[in-house]
C-alpha cells in the first residue's frame, strides 16, 4: 500500500512539474466556461434551464476533451520509463506491476479529476451568478462529473495497455490519438452508415443499441443527455437509449475502465525493461 | 548462505547465445568484479539475476530464493548500466521514494545523500546533474537498506578518480558490513586492490573465475625486472644479465615467476653498480587480455 501511494506521489510531482497538471486545468475551464457562457444566451428562450443547457454543450465536448486528456496522461507511462531507461531500476524493487501500475493511476486520476472538477466548478458557479442558485438542481453536474472520471479512466487504462504494447513512446502517442479517434469520432460515424443502410431493419432495432453503448463514450452521452434531440446520431439515440436503459450505460461506463486497467496489467506484466 | 549462485545459466536471442553456460557463486562479504568487453554478456548476466529477463536454461539463486521473488528483491540493491532518472525531480525525491519502497527511514536516504556527496546538490531537479552526479544517486540507492546482494552494473563509468577511490572505499565498507558485492567493469586497472575475486567473460563465456594472485600463477605470464645502474655501468650490467638496455641507466628483463627469486639473486650479486630493482608483474589488463583471447582460440 504504501508503494502504491509512493509511486501515485512521485507521479503527481512530475505531472506538476511537466504542465500537464496546467495543461489539463486549463482545457477544461477554458472550454468550460466558453460553453456556460454561449449556452446562457439561447438557454432562456427555451423551457430548459440554464445549467441543463451548459451540461448539454458541456457533455458534448466532454466526450472529445476527457477521453484525449485520459490518453496524454497515460500513452507515456511505461513506453517512457523503457526509453529513459528508469523502468529496469523500479523493477528491481520489491513491489509487483500491478502496484505500480495502480499507483500511476491513482495520480493521473488524481489530475483528472482536478481539471474535471475546475471546468465544472466554474460551470456552475457561472450558472449560480447568472440566475441566482437556489432554485436550481445541480445533480446534472453532479452527474457529468462522476460520468467523465469514469470515462476518463476508461482512457487512461487504454493508455496503459498501448504504452506497454509498444515500446516507443513516439508510437505510443500515435495510436493513442488512432484509438482516441476512432472511439470518439470513426465508431460512430460506422454505426451511422450501418443505420442508413440497413434502413430500419433488425440492425437497427436489436444490435445497433448494444453497439452503440458499448462505447464508453457514447455511454457517457446517453448518461448524461437522455433526451439528447441535439446529438448527432439524433434518430438512433432516443430508441438507443431506451433499449440499453440507463443501467446498461451505467454498466458500460464502470465495466470499461476495469477491463483496460486488466488489458493494461496483462501487457505490463510481459513488459521485458 | 550463499548470496548468488548460477549454475549452467544459458541465455539465447534466437540463435545467438549471450551467457554460456555460466556458473558462478559469491557468498557474504565478497566482492567478485566481472570483466568483459563490450558485448560480453555482463548486463545480461545481471538482469537474469534481477528476474528482469528469464533464463534459457540453467539455474539461478539470490539469497536462498528465485531471482525477482520479493525476498531477493527486498535485499538486493541494483546499480544499472548508464543509471537514468525522471529528470523533473530532485535528488532527494528520487532517493526517499526508492527508500520508501524499500520501506527504509527517509533519514537513512539523506544521509546516503551526504555520503556520496550530494547533499548541496540534493534539492535540485536531476535534470540539472552531470553525469558523475547522477552515478552517484545511482550508488545511493542500491546501497539502502544496506543489501545482502549488490549488483553494480559499471558502476565507475562518469566518475573522476577522486569518485572512484570515494566508490570503492564504499565497496568496501559495504562488503566489510556482510554483503557480497558483484561489479562488472571493463576500466582494469583500478580493480587490482579493490576486489576478492575476478571473473572474466568472453562472449558469453565465463573463461576465470578466481583471485589475482591465483590467475597470475596459472596465466604463467612473464614478469618484467627492471634495474637502475649507474651511468657508466648500464652497458655492461645489460651484457651480464642478458636484457634490454632502456636508456642511459636502467635495464629491462622478464622471467617466468618461478625464476623471479634466483634473478633477483643474481642482480643483487652484481653490488655496487646496482641503484634499484622494480619487479613488475603482469598486469591485469595483460591477464584479461591472456583469458579472453586464450579461450577465444580454444573454441
Ligand atoms: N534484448 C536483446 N535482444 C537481442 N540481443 C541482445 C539483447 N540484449 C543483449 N543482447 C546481446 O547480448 C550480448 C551481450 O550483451 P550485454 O549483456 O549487454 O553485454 P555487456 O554488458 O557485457 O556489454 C550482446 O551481443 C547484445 O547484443
Ligand atoms: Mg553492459
Same mark, same amino acid.
Not at chain 1, 470518439?184 to 434502413?199: C, E, K, N
Not at chain 2, 566481472?34 to 555482463?42: E, V, Y
Not at chain 2, 604463467?220 to 642478458?242: F, K, M, Q, W, Y
Given at each position: ?46 423551457? %430548459? ?164 453503448? %458499448? ?59 | ?19 554460456? =553456460? ?19 554478456? #555482463? ?11 528469464? /533464463? ?39 532517493? @526517499? ?12 536516504? =539523506? =544521509? ?35 543489501? #545482502? ?9 562518469? /566518475? ?29 586497472? !583500478? ?5 576478492? @575475486? ?42 651480464? /644479465? ?9 635495464? !629491462?628483463?622478464?622471467?617466468?615467476? =618461478? !625464476? ?37 582460440? #580454444? #573454441?
Amino acid at each position: 500500500m504504501s508503494a502504491i501511494l509512493s509511486i501515485a506521489r512521485l507521479e503527481m510531482l512530475i505531472a506538476r512539474r511537466n504542465m500537464w497538471v496546467a495543461t489539463s486545468v486549463l482545457l477544461m475551464a477554458l472550454f468550460s466556461v466558453v460553453l456556460t457562457l454561449a449556452g446562457a444566451g439561447t438557454g432562456a428562450n427555451l423551457a %430548459a434551464s440554464p445549467l441543463e443547457v451548459a451540461v448539454s454543450s458541456i457533455t458534448t465536448l466532454s466526450v472529445y476533451l476527457v477521453p484525449l486528456v485520459g490518453l496524454l496522461l497515460s500513452f507515456d507511462a511505461v513506453s517512457g520509463e523503457i526509453e529513459r531507461g528508469t523502468l529496469a531500476l523500479s523493477l528491481s524493487y520489491p513491489l509487483s506491476r500491478g502496484e505500480i501500475l495502480i499507483g500511476k493511476f491513482l495520480a493521473h486520476f488524481a489530475v483528472l479529476a482536478f481539471a474535471v472538477a475546475v471546468g465544472l466548478g466554474l460551470t456552475g458557479v457561472l450558472a449560480i451568478w447568472q440566475n441566482g442558485g437556489p432554485a436550481m438542481s445541480f445533480a446534472p453536474l453532479w452527474r457529468l462529473f462522476a460520468t467523465s472520471l469514469a470515462l476518463g479512466s476508461a482512457f487512461l487504462g487504454l493508455g496503459y495497455l498501448v504504452s506497454s504494447l509498444v515500446r516507443a513512446p513516439g508510437v505510443a502517442s500515435g495510436l493513442a490519438i488512432v484509438i482516441w479517434l476512432v472511439a470518439v469520432v470513426l465508431y460512430d460515424l460506422g454505426l451511422l452508415g450501418a443505420l442508413v443502410a440497413d434502413g430500419g431493419g433488425t440492425f437497427t432495432k436489436e444490435i445497433f443499441p448494444w453497439l452503440l453503448v %458499448a462505447n464508453p463514450a457514447d455511454a457517457f452521452r446517453l448518461l448524461n443527455m437522455p433526451e439528447a434531440a441535439t446529438a448527432e446520431l439524433a434518430s438512433g439515440l432516443s430508441a438507443a437509449g431506451a433499449v440499453s436503459g440507463p443501467a446498461g450505460q451505467l454498466a458500460s461506463l464502470l465495466l470499461w475502465p476495469l477491463l483496460a486497467m486488466l488489458l493494461a496489467w496483462a501487457a505490463f506484466r510481459k513488459v521485458e525493461p | 548462505m550463499t548470496a548468488l549462485k548460477l549454475e549452467h545459466v544459458v541465455k539465447r536471442f534466437g540463435e545467438f547465445v549471450s551467457v554460456q =553456460d555460466v556458473s558462478l557463486s559469491i557468498e557474504p562479504g565478497e566482492r567478485v568484479a566481472l570483466l568483459g568487453h563490450n558485448g560480453a554478456g #555482463k548486463t545480461t548476466m545481471m538482469r537474469m539475476i534481477l528476474g528482469l529477463t528469464p /533464463l534459457s536454461s540453467g539455474r539461478i539463486e539470490v539469497l536462498g530464493s528465485a531471482p525477482g521473488s520479493r525476498q531477493a528483491r527486498r535485499h538486493t540493491g541494483f546499480l544499472p548500466e548508464n543509471v537514468a532518472f525522471h529528470g523533473a525531480l530532485t535528488g532527494r525525491e528520487q532517493l @526517499r521514494h526508492f527508500a520508501r519502497l524499500k520501506s527504509v527511514p527517509a533519514r537513512v536516504a =539523506d =544521509d546516503l545523500l551526504e555520503r556520496v556527496g550530494l547533499g548541496p546538490a540534493a534539492d535540485r531537479r536531476i535534470r540539472t546533474y552531470s553525469k558523475g552526479m547522477r552515478q552517484r544517486i545511482g550508488l545511493a540507492q542500491a546501497l539502502l537498506g544496506q543489501p #545482502k546482494l549488490a549488483l553494480l552494473d559499471e558502476p565507475t563509468s562518469g /566518475l573522476d578518480p577522486v569518485s572512484r577511490h570515494d566508490f570503492y572505499e564504499i565497496v568496501h565498507e559495504l562488503s566489510a558490513a556482510g554483503t557480497a558485492v558483484l561489479l562488472s567493469s571493463h576500466a582494469l586497472t !583500478e580493480l587490482e586492490t579493490s576486489t576478492d @575475486r575476478i571473473a572474466i567473460l568472453s562472449r558469453g563465456r565465463l573463461v576465470a573465475n578466481d583471485d589475482l594472485a591465483s590467475l597470475r600463477r596459472a596465466a604463467h605470464l612473464p614478469i618484467r625486472v627492471s634495474v637502475t645502474t649507474t651511468d657508466e655501468n648500464v652497458e655492461e650490467v645489460a651484457a651480464r /644479465l642478458g636484457g634490454q638496455r632502456i636508456n642511459g641507466h636502467s635495464v !629491462e628483463l622478464t622471467c617466468q615467476p =618461478d !625464476e623471479k627469486v634466483s634473478l633477483l639473486g643474481r642482480i643483487t650479486g652484481l653490488g655496487e653498480v646496482i641503484k634499484d630493482v622494480d619487479v613488475i608483474p603482469a598486469s591485469l589488463e595483460e591477464l584479461y587480455r591472456y583469458y579472453s583471447t586464450s579461450a577465444g582460440e #580454444k #573454441k
